[in-house]
């Protein structure tokens, strides 16, 4: 089935307004509960996005149940952004690179559906909204893989202008069910975007952080 002629123009529009070097701030909230254990991390992060990849974070603050995190944490939590494994940075079905890897259906006035058959977490399937000049709005998603003891998940994220020309992820959320042994469990995950920055070049932008 072709892809809707609108995927080309929303392609086009996230390629172009994606470009650069733009520096971030995130802060992080993630609450788990299962029968009687939960788990609170709260975390604040400076960042760089080149093009519209994060390579490079720097952690300002990091709490694992209100205490410190430790080496090993904070190791891990800036492997998840700077390099991510294979299969768990998501693939955004509009970005011109990705589009071999989904289906797409118009599901509605600027809505876009789209699937993936590829069993990872960097796909799924869901939908994404754009406005009349083709930026994307929101999308929201089911990744075809979920983290340990989950069951189902959805992600959303939402868009913004956050610089002239410039499109970001401004807020996203996660959402999952699952079990831990006889237990029952949640997770939400909640993280703001802000305070973005363009930069003339890379080393500049990493001097900031």
Known sequence: MAAPPALQQVAQRFAATTQGIVGFRLHRVLEVRAGFSSRHEDVLVDGVYRDGTIVRVRILTYTIDGKPAGDADRATMIQAYQAPKPGQLFHVPFDARYVAEYQYVQSGPRTIAFSSTIQDGSHGDGTFTY??????????????????????????????EVLPNDWRITYETQQYKGSYGPFPG?????????????????QSAIGAL
């Open 131 to 160: 406005d009349a000049a083709g930026d994307v709005l929101s999308y929201t998603y089911q990744p075809n893989a979920l983290p340990p003891h989950a069951t189902s998940g959805t992600i959303v994220d939402r868009r913004a």
């Open 186 to 202: 949640r997770a939400n995950e909640e993280v703001d975007f802000y305070g973005f920055r363009r930069f003339t070049d890379l």
